[in-house]
């Protein structure tokens, strides 16, 4: 994979690219960037040209103080591959690059032809049933939701911090090597780096509930080809995430990856590949 920058919606944004055929978009979570994605890079861009974006405020991407409602955020990514050319493309998102992906294929559903939502379910549906066992496992949206709180006590050990999270999230501890950690310790040290990815989860009130509400009330659903995977030793497990994406989505498959926590794409990547490899040939 190689590496560019590509000015956006009046950012510079960092990607990685390679392979050839039909395009297919990679958006990663936090707290982590387009590195996540190192694993399946070789197997998807076999078939694929594949596009693997920092997201605005993450890695190498500008961190601006504004624009991380989703919506924005998707219009980064479709700016993005349509000035590499690119008209209708598969989207494959993990934590928060899943929930950008949502929201990109609901206002663009002629730009994404098919959708892979790795590890989440709508962020909507995540709100309306918070209940003690959610809040437990959600604890950091209700905490990175606060105003300069967050940056203030992750700031003084941010490699603990983000270190918690790789610890408690994974089922396959190894599958996060010293050498990503150290990456993405690295990225989110830089400045506006913390704040950005903090401002990424402020976003969800009132802009992100807002858009989701509109498009609940006025029916939009998706219509393309929608796959769920998610980790079996994760909390997803108990919420049946397909029953709740076929509350948006018409054409709704998934499964569950075994022995594998929320860390899909570096935890399981010969399983997550495989099943991503399939569904991208049956679309």
């Not at 405020?57 to 103080?65: E, F, I, Q």
Request: glycine letters at 10%; aromatic letters at 10%.
């Amino acid at each position: 994979m190689e590496s560019a920058t590509a000015t956006v919606n009046g950012i510079r944004m960092h990607y990685r690219y390679g392979g050839s055929g039909p395009a297919v978009v990679l958006l990663h979570g936090w707290p982590q960037t387009s590195y996540c994605w190192r694993e399946l890079f070789g197997p998807l861009s076999g078939t694929h040209t594949v596009i693997a974006p920092d997201l605005r405020g993450y890695g190498h991407t500008d961190k601006p103080v504004s624009g991380y409602d989703k919506r924005t955020m998707a219009v980064d990514i479709a700016e993005l591959v349509r000035g590499l050319g690119h008209e209708r493309v598969d989207v494959i998102g993990h934590d928060r690059g899943a929930r950008v992906a949502h929201r990109w294929a609901l206002d663009r559903p002629d730009q994404v032809r098919s959708l892979a939502v790795l590890d989440i379910v709508p962020t909507r549906e995540t709100w309306r049933r918070m209940d003690t066992e959610l809040a437990r496992a959600y604890w950091h949206w209700l905490f990175h939701l606060q105003p300069d709180l967050p940056e203030r006590l992750a700031g003084q050990d941010i490699a603990g911090y983000l270190g918690y999270f790789f610890e408690r999230w994974t089922h396959q501890r190894h599958a996060l090597d010293p050498a990503a950690i150290e990456h993405y310790v690295r990225a989110f040290s830089a400045p506006g780096a913390l704040r950005a990815g903090f401002d990424d989860y402020r976003a969800s009130f009132p802009d992100d509930a807002e858009h989701d509400e509109a498009d609940a009330a006025a029916g939009h659903r998706l219509a393309m080809p929608v796959l769920a995977l998610w980790g079996e030793s994760g909390l997803l497990d108990r919420l049946d995430p397909l029953e709740i994406w076929r509350g948006y989505a018409d054409r709704v498959t998934g499964q569950a990856i075994a022995d594998c926590g929320h860390f899909l794409p570096e935890e399981r990547p010969r399983e997550v590949g495989d099943h991503l490899i399939r569904f991208l040939e049956a679309t």
